[in-house]
């Protein structure tokens, strides 16, 4: 189940509590979070639905933890003369959300706009991932885990998700590696999904 159950009395006993942190206003604006704007996004196409949830990991430098550069990138202000960065070079890409080692959520991108994240993509046939999905960046690597305060964050986010876009439930939570497979590999072997889907099944039960 979807839709107002998530909201019942028992939700708030969920493993991660404190649900009602997030809120999405009626511009995809997420409260509660902090708002970095990013130019990299356009409209969805004439009735696109949000359906999905994309989790990616993300570090710049790669395995480096708590710069400011993975919101340079998505708001085009990286220096990539930089070493090691040369890739990223006129690179226009974006995530909705930006979840830190410590827990704190960075939305570059309202929801009701198309962010760009996922690339070349197909999910259950359809291509073009980006149109019906929101997009989510862990900090972190494909060699190690995640943190619980990024799970918790993770968690309630998505359930604020579901609460005005009743697509979304535990099935319709996959990873970067699972649209793209062969040319993206995060948010990688760490990821525990298990923990992630349990927490939404049991926030969506509507007893
Ligand atoms: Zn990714």
Not at 109 to 130: C, I, K, L, M
Not at 145 to 167: G, H, K, N, W
Request: negative net charge; contains cysteine; charged residues 25%.
């Amino acid at each position: 189940m979807t839709g107002p159950g998530i909201n019942g009395p028992a939700a708030g006993e969920g493993p991660s509590g404190g649900m009602d942190r997030f809120t999405v206003d009626a511009q995809g604006w997420m409260r509660g979070v902090r708002h970095v704007p990013s130019p990299n996004y356009d409209a969805r196409p004439p009735g696109a639905a949000i359906e999905l949830i994309v989790v990616h990991s993300i570090s710049l430098p790669a395995g480096r933890f708590g710069t400011e550069d993975v919101e340079r990138l998505f708001t085009n202000r990286l220096d990539t003369a930089q070493p090691g960065y040369g890739d990223l070079a006129g690179l226009k890409v974006s995530a909705h959300l930006f979840i830190r080692r410590d827990g704190e959520v960075v939305q570059f991108v309202p929801f009701a706009a198309r962010a760009w994240h996922a690339g070349v993509s197909r999910w259950q046939g359809r291509e073009r991932v980006n149109d019906f999905s929101v997009g989510i960046e862990l900090e972190g690597t494909d060699r190690g885990p995640f943190e619980d305060s990024q799970y918790r964050a993770l968690i309630d986010v998505t359930r604020a998700l579901a609460m005005v876009y009743p697509a979304v439930d535990s099935e319709r939570l996959c990873g970067h590696s699972d649209i793209a497979p062969g040319r993206k590999t995060d948010p990688g072997p760490f990821f525990d999904w298990a923990r992630y889907r349990a927490a939404l099944a049991a926030a969506s039960d509507p007893e």
